[in-house]
């Protein structure tokens, strides 16, 4: 007889968890980007996004929940245990979520309304830094970001709201469709490249080592006063660079000075710096600079104004940082272009349009480079007016001076401020053509040019710091990378421009037609 057996179901406990995948996950996400991923993988909205990760203990989850308005750059209402565990991030991908948090001692400024990369958008991906208002590009594609949508217009709060996330990555006035990956049939991946992830890395790691750098440099500048050698300056990080560069420069810089305190030793040298001295005969005259004749505004078309007529609005300043940046055109016109003059007049006069945002074929990538060069300093987009009569005042110098010019420390003269800031000038100007002319080789290899006015690296400038007393016992001192030889000098000495160049130039750029 055979025993009879009982047969029990039991049933398969399934975890309370929600849904998501750890290839749409980067590490280097924002808030934005997490949320509108996983609201878009469990059909959820603000109020259920706050309902799993605003934090139960902050004394504010029942408002919140009935409207939420949570403002994203800031953790403070979130509970960092959801993000973990429904997210799976580590604790180095929610740090790089909340960035602007790091930055304790520069407490830059962030923005309310979300800035975004049209390509990394369009495959799901935001970064946090993307905030900050010291991006102005992607680093990893070189493009402006955005602030508005392109179809309506208006801005998309940086924050978690019904508005918002009702239709994640999208406009919330007029669903313009900012990631189209996110709604294919079968999504893809959307991790970053390998290179992606390192500029993203790097960037976060600038950040941090500015953001450091600030208590650092105030303590030297209490000692040095205290001592009375001078405080000193030191340039901002620049975003487009690598971050062990500026470190290097900062820690050299810095062990150069600290040796100038008694029983202090020098730091071994990261590199060459290149010192540049303002020497002052006898005892320092602090003169009163001369208040620049005003004239009264002219009435006049600026289609029929002449160069004197635009120049007379300009201050002292303007005048004589533009007397650099001229100096600087008609050194590269003479000896570094001269060979190409031909190439470069006869591009700039067939151009009658504004080229911003234009893509057309390859030509004389020296041409090229001088009449890009001439557009970013002077900020005219159409070539044919930069060998006319200046009609506007050259705003690409007026921005550098107003976001990249050196600010020096209280006490000094006028006249050293300008020596500095003119010094700063020529060496970025310089820095700039041989940046211009790299992408102008690159773009005849390729045989195409996209006319970008931001697309930048800063690869060919230097990091400077200035220093000392403005006195005769304590001169200003500048200091600065000494930049290796450059292969793109070497680049144009071997391209020749022989007549059989300049009637390939000119066959190239009559079949560039608007």
């Given at each position: 007889m055979t025993p009879s057996r009982i047969i029990i179901e039991t049933p398969y406990r399934i975890h309370n968890a929600w849904c998501w995948r750890d290839d749409w996950s980067t590490g280097y996400d924002s808030p934005y980007g997490l949320f509108a991923k996983f609201a878009r993988l469990n059909a959820m909205g603000a109020r259920e996004l706050a309902d799993v990760f605003i934090d139960r203990k902050c004394g504010q989850h029942g408002a919140i929940l009935r409207a939420p308005k949570v403002d994203l750059r800031s953790s403070e209402l979130f509970d960092m245990a959801a993000f973990a565990m429904h997210l799976r991030l580590d604790q180095k991908a929610i740090g790089h979520a909340f960035i602007v948090e790091r930055l304790v001692n520069r407490r830059r400024r962030s923005s309310d309304v979300l800035r975004w990369c049209a390509k990394c958008a369009r495959s799901g991906f935001h970064s946090a830094t993307f905030q900050l208002d010291l991006i102005s590009a992607c680093p990893v594609h070189s493009i402006m970001?955005?602030?508005?949508?392109?179809?309506?217009?208006?801005?998309?709060p940086y924050r978690l709201a019904h508005d918002v996330f009702d239709e994640p990555f999208c406009c919330p006035s007029c669903s313009f469709d900012l990631a189209p990956s996110l709604r294919e049939m079968r999504p893809r991946s959307l991790r970053l490249r390998g290179k992606d992830e390192d500029w993203i890395e790097n960037l976060v790691r600038l950040f941090i080592a500015e953001d450091e750098m600030v208590p650092v440099r105030l303590e030297l500048n209490r000692k040095r006063k205290l001592l009375g050698i001078g405080e000193f300056a030191i340039s901002h990080a620049d975003w487009r660079r690598l971050e062990s560069e500026y470190t290097?420069?900062?820690?050299?810089v810095v062990g150069v000075l600290e040796a100038e305190r008694p029983g202090v030793q020098q730091v071994l040298p990261f590199g060459p710096l290149s010192v540049s001295i303002k020497r002052l005969r006898g005892k320092t005259q602090l003169t009163q600079p001369k208040n620049p004749r005003r004239y009264k505004s002219d009435d006049i078309p600026i289609d029929q104004k002449t160069s004197t007529q635009v120049k007379r609005a300009w201050d002292g300043r303007m005048r004589a940082s533009y007397d650099v940046y001229s100096g600087v055109r008609r050194f590269l016109w003479r000896h570094v272009v001269h060979d190409h003059q031909a190439c470069i007049a006869s591009a700039a006069a067939h151009f009658w349009w504004n080229m911003d945002g234009e893509s057309t074929t390859a030509f004389c990538p020296v041409a090229e480079a001088f009449i890009r060069?001439?557009?970013?300093?002077?900020?005219?987009?159409?070539?044919?007016?930069?060998?006319?009569?200046m009609r506007k005042d050259p705003m690409g110098l007026g921005a550098w001076l107003a976001a990249e010019a050196p600010i020096c420390p209280h006490g000094w003269t006028k006249d050293s401020e300008q020596w500095v800031s003119d010094h700063v000038l020529g060496s970025h100007c310089l820095g700039s053509f041989w940046e211009f002319l790299d992408k102008g080789l690159a773009n005849g290899k390729r045989n195409k040019i996209n006319w970008d006015k931001h697309s930048h690296t800063g690869r060919y400038t230097s990091y400077w710091a200035v220093t000392g007393r403005d006195t005769a016992q304590c001169p200003i001192r500048i200091y600065e990378q000494v930049r290796p030889p450059s292969t793109?000098?070497?680049?144009?000495?071997n391209l020749c421009a022989n007549r059989t160049h300049r009637k390939d130039h000119l066959a190239k750029v009559a079949k560039i037609v608007r």
């Open positions: 970001l955005r602030s508005r949508c392109p179809r309506c217009r208006s801005e998309i290097g420069f900062v820690r050299q060069w001439r557009m970013h300093w002077e900020a005219c987009g159409t070539p044919r007016y930069l060998f006319s009569a793109v000098a070497a680049s144009l000495h």
